[in-house]
């Protein structure tokens, strides 16, 4: 017979050996039907040697008797599956290498199971290990500050404006809107916008600054679209952030990053002409200086507010966001990642981190102008992030507006009923009465009315304050009610001027009427008098305002401390602002006389140990000045900033008509060189 017959045979027998198995095991199951059903697979080996057989050499016949004896030795063993086999050979490998070893394979072989066994834990412990500890860190991290973070994430995407006029207009609409920008032909001349458009060239020519608009004299294409805060502008000039940076201060166990934003030395001396220029009372020096350093951050401020007082919003926009870019394109590289997360924060009391705030929020009084108040709500919850626990612009008494002008109801409900906000806002009327409406918008009428009858009970005087300004009827529950205190009246005010328009609409309306109807005299519950006076944050939000009705209603001392719109109001406990900065009008009033005596004392007997000459006699060389300070291991920064901070206080205390011993050496300033303060920076920039 034939090897191909063999192995024909062979393998009907494994197959009739297999079906049997089967059967048996089908009976036993009460499944027999189904298996039998089965058809026997063939694999694709055993298809693949079938035509191989197939063709396979007449030759091999000849073969014949010993192929016969092996086939009839094969039909009468019984038939044996090839599972073994692999098992013979680790086997043989296993005795191979023992053999190989020259020692007891029984020892070895417990030792390699031992091994195994080890390994096996090894893996194991590291596994639960890592596990563990993330268990830990994740215990570690506060569970609400993780919570607060998700809830204050930022959508970079929704902090530009032209995205949401993109989603609200098209691209059509906004295309059109830059064509009716550009400059028209002057072909009526003597009309009244040309007259006006005179009238602004200078601040036209601040927005240009000294190197022109355009495509060649403009910014890259790239660095337009990667700045997270605002996509920059062809036209703006191309030069530097002028040594504006951010840099990381602390990161806290609670995962978030204290971030702060710094300057350099050339920052700091337009800084110090910045306050010069403000001093003076010029706005051509301002423009001028704008000219010069075309990002420089309080510039832009300034002149963004003259700009707004002359009624030039669209230039008064444009110079917020050029200061924005300009922040954008400090940031830190991880500033990004962490704001998305909800994890970035910014001390306030750093004056340097005040200039952030303070752009955003003019921005965002900008951007309400234009109804995008999507973006202005990302833009309140991005400052709301920054210091969550301070709020030091006081957003929660107009974030409840942006939210639900912005249709953000559930984002606002979540936000404002977390554990971390829940007892700030309490008693806050526009909060409980803005949940109310949301829920009822968001589609929980009853759960909505419900929160809302509860806040107008404890509120009837915000109530009936409203009602007024929408030329409603209050109910006899809510008429004739008003506020007890200062800051009730304040509250009042607030809500009911912003949300006049929120609760304008019919549905809103019949809403609040059948609400505040519903409330019976004898069931009110007002709310305890409001504690304490209006807080500093409280009325650094209404000097923000700009609305003089508002102000009236503030305590007299905030209003007294208000020395310079580029620092409203700054927090009692901020920083000092560095050496070397020129000291802000905003600051003035953060020194008493006695701290100016004293400050000046101090710097006079350093210098006076330093430099034997000073404050009498001819002031020497600068070359001799830099030698002397560098054997007695004194920088020429830190001597210049010495002498700078001397040169403010003595400024300071003149102007206040204080009585000073001490003279500064460089009164009489020598127009060549710029006087021995002057030189002092330029040697340091030659070292440099």
Same mark, same amino acid.
């Given at each position: 017979m034939s090897s191909r017959a063999l192995r024909k045979a062979q393998r009907e027998r494994e197959e009739q050996d297999r079906l049997s198995k089967v059967e048996g095991a089908a009976q036993e199951d009460g499944d027999e039907d189904d298996v039998l059903t089965q058809p026997a697979k063939k694999s694709a080996f055993a298809m693949l040697g079938e035509e191989e057989d197939e063709a396979e050499d007449e030759g091999t016949e000849a073969k014949g008797e010993h192929n016969n004896s092996d086939a009839q030795q094969i039909l009468r063993e019984p038939a044996t599956e090839s599972v073994p086999k692999p098992s013979t050979k680790k086997k043989k490998r296993k005795k191979k290498g023992k053999s190989g070893g020259g020692t007891p394979s029984k020892e070895h072989a417990v030792e390699d199971e031992q091994m195994d066994e080890i390994d096996k834990a090894l893996e194991?412990?590291? @596994? =639960?290990g890592n596990a563990s500890l993330a268990a830990t860190t994740a215990s570690g991290v506060d569970r609400e500050t993780e919570e607060v973070s998700k809830l204050l994430s930022i959508d970079t995407s929704h902090l530009h404006a032209q995205n949401e006029m993109r989603r609200l207009f098209g691209r059509a609409a906004l295309e059109q809107q830059d064509d009716d920008e550009q400059p028209q032909n002057a072909a009526a001349g003597g009309n009244r916008r040309q007259q006006r458009r005179v009238q602004q060239v200078g601040l036209a020519q601040a927005l240009r600054g000294q190197q022109g608009g355009g495509r060649q004299g403009g910014l890259a294409a790239m660095a337009l679209r990667r700045n997270i805060f605002i996509h920059g502008k062809e036209e703006w000039p191309n030069a530097t952030g002028g040594g504006l940076g951010m840099e990381v201060e602390e990161k806290r166990a609670d995962g978030t990053i204290l971030y702060r934003y710094v300057h350099n030395t050339a920052y700091l001396d337009v800084q110090r002409q910045f306050s010069i220029a403000v *001093?003076?009372?010029?706005? =051509? +020096?301002?423009?001028? !200086?704008?000219?010069? #350093?075309?990002?420089?951050?309080?510039?832009? !401020?300034? %002149?963004? /507010?003259?700009?707004?007082?002359d009624r030039n919003h669209s230039v008064s926009g444009d110079l917020l966001e050029r200061a924005l870019f300009s922040f954008g394109r400090a940031v830190h590289s991880s500033f990004s990642k962490t704001l998305a997360e909800g994890k970035a924060r910014l001390d306030f009391r750093r004056p340097q981190n005040r200039d952030f705030w303070l752009a955003s929020w003019r921005y965002m009084q900008n951007l309400s102008m234009r109804a995008t108040w999507r973006t202005v709500y990302e833009w309140a919850k991005l400052l709301l992030q920054l210091s969550p626990d301070e709020d030091p612009y006081a957003l929660w008494l107009v974030l409840d507006q942006y939210a639900l002008r912005a249709r953000q109801d559930l984002d606002y409900l979540n936000l404002s009923r977390n554990a971390m906000f829940k007892q700030r806002v309490k008693d806050m009327p526009n909060v409980q009465l803005s949940q109310g409406l949301a829920e009822t918008r968001a589609g929980n009428k009853s759960k909505g009315q419900q929160a809302l009858f509860t806040a107008i009970g404890r509120y009837p005087w915000v109530i009936f304050r409203l009602m007024q300004e929408l030329s409603l009827d209050p109910p006899p529950a809510i008429w004739g009610k008003e506020p007890r205190t200062e800051r009730e009246k304040l509250y009042s005010e607030l809500y009911a001027t912003r949300a006049k328009d929120v609760w304008g609409t019919p549905e809103a309306s019949a809403l609040l009427v059948e609400t505040a109807s519903a409330l019976q005299p004898d069931t009110q519950t007002a709310a305890a008098e409001a504690e304490g006076e209006i807080s500093e944050s409280e009325a650094r939000h209404v000097l923000l305002s700009d609305t003089p009705s508002l102000i009236s209603l503030i305590p007299r001392h905030f209003t007294e401390q208000l020395a310079s719109s580029s620092d409203p109001l700054p927090p009692s406990d901020t920083y000092a602002a560095p050496e070397g900065t020129g000291i802000s009008p905003a600051n003035h009033s953060q020194l008493s006389n006695d701290e100016i005596h004293v400050e000046l004392l101090t710097l006079s007997s350093w210098l006076e140990d330093v430099f034997p000459? &000073?404050?009498? $006699? *001819?002031?020497?060389? %600068?070359? /001799?000045?830099?030698? @002397?300070?560098?054997? #007695? #291991?004194? /920088?020429? $920064?830190?001597? $210049?900033?010495?002498?700078? +901070? &001397?040169?403010?206080?003595?400024?300071?205390?003149? @102007?206040? $008509?204080?009585?000073? *011993? @001490?003279?500064?050496? &460089?009164?009489?300033?020598?127009? /060549?060189?710029?006087g021995l303060r002057a030189r002092v920076d330029d040697a340091e920039d030659a070292g440099d």
């Amino acid at each position: 017979m034939s090897s191909r017959a063999l192995r024909k045979a062979q393998r009907e027998r494994e197959e009739q050996d297999r079906l049997s198995k089967v059967e048996g095991a089908a009976q036993e199951d009460g499944d027999e039907d189904d298996v039998l059903t089965q058809p026997a697979k063939k694999s694709a080996f055993a298809m693949l040697g079938e035509e191989e057989d197939e063709a396979e050499d007449e030759g091999t016949e000849a073969k014949g008797e010993h192929n016969n004896s092996d086939a009839q030795q094969i039909l009468r063993e019984p038939a044996t599956e090839s599972v073994p086999k692999p098992s013979t050979k680790k086997k043989k490998r296993k005795k191979k290498g023992k053999s190989g070893g020259g020692t007891p394979s029984k020892e070895h072989a417990v030792e390699d199971e031992q091994m195994d066994e080890i390994d096996k834990a090894l893996e194991q412990l590291s @596994t =639960n290990g890592n596990a563990s500890l993330a268990a830990t860190t994740a215990s570690g991290v506060d569970r609400e500050t993780e919570e607060v973070s998700k809830l204050l994430s930022i959508d970079t995407s929704h902090l530009h404006a032209q995205n949401e006029m993109r989603r609200l207009f098209g691209r059509a609409a906004l295309e059109q809107q830059d064509d009716d920008e550009q400059p028209q032909n002057a072909a009526a001349g003597g009309n009244r916008r040309q007259q006006r458009r005179v009238q602004q060239v200078g601040l036209a020519q601040a927005l240009r600054g000294q190197q022109g608009g355009g495509r060649q004299g403009g910014l890259a294409a790239m660095a337009l679209r990667r700045n997270i805060f605002i996509h920059g502008k062809e036209e703006w000039p191309n030069a530097t952030g002028g040594g504006l940076g951010m840099e990381v201060e602390e990161k806290r166990a609670d995962g978030t990053i204290l971030y702060r934003y710094v300057h350099n030395t050339a920052y700091l001396d337009v800084q110090r002409q910045f306050s010069i220029a403000v *001093e003076s009372m010029d706005p =051509n +020096r301002l423009i001028l !200086l704008l000219q010069q #350093n075309p990002y420089h951050i309080a510039t832009l !401020l300034q %002149v963004s /507010e003259i700009a707004k007082q002359d009624r030039n919003h669209s230039v008064s926009g444009d110079l917020l966001e050029r200061a924005l870019f300009s922040f954008g394109r400090a940031v830190h590289s991880s500033f990004s990642k962490t704001l998305a997360e909800g994890k970035a924060r910014l001390d306030f009391r750093r004056p340097q981190n005040r200039d952030f705030w303070l752009a955003s929020w003019r921005y965002m009084q900008n951007l309400s102008m234009r109804a995008t108040w999507r973006t202005v709500y990302e833009w309140a919850k991005l400052l709301l992030q920054l210091s969550p626990d301070e709020d030091p612009y006081a957003l929660w008494l107009v974030l409840d507006q942006y939210a639900l002008r912005a249709r953000q109801d559930l984002d606002y409900l979540n936000l404002s009923r977390n554990a971390m906000f829940k007892q700030r806002v309490k008693d806050m009327p526009n909060v409980q009465l803005s949940q109310g409406l949301a829920e009822t918008r968001a589609g929980n009428k009853s759960k909505g009315q419900q929160a809302l009858f509860t806040a107008i009970g404890r509120y009837p005087w915000v109530i009936f304050r409203l009602m007024q300004e929408l030329s409603l009827d209050p109910p006899p529950a809510i008429w004739g009610k008003e506020p007890r205190t200062e800051r009730e009246k304040l509250y009042s005010e607030l809500y009911a001027t912003r949300a006049k328009d929120v609760w304008g609409t019919p549905e809103a309306s019949a809403l609040l009427v059948e609400t505040a109807s519903a409330l019976q005299p004898d069931t009110q519950t007002a709310a305890a008098e409001a504690e304490g006076e209006i807080s500093e944050s409280e009325a650094r939000h209404v000097l923000l305002s700009d609305t003089p009705s508002l102000i009236s209603l503030i305590p007299r001392h905030f209003t007294e401390q208000l020395a310079s719109s580029s620092d409203p109001l700054p927090p009692s406990d901020t920083y000092a602002a560095p050496e070397g900065t020129g000291i802000s009008p905003a600051n003035h009033s953060q020194l008493s006389n006695d701290e100016i005596h004293v400050e000046l004392l101090t710097l006079s007997s350093w210098l006076e140990d330093v430099f034997p000459w &000073f404050p009498h $006699g *001819e002031e020497p060389p %600068v070359d /001799e000045i830099l030698q @002397t300070a560098q054997e #007695n #291991n004194v /920088e020429p $920064g830190e001597l $210049g900033a010495r002498l700078r +901070r &001397f040169d403010q206080l003595r400024q300071m205390a003149l @102007t206040r $008509g204080l009585h000073i *011993e @001490t003279e500064t050496p &460089f009164d009489q300033v020598d127009a /060549e060189d710029g006087g021995l303060r002057a030189r002092v920076d330029d040697a340091e920039d030659a070292g440099d």
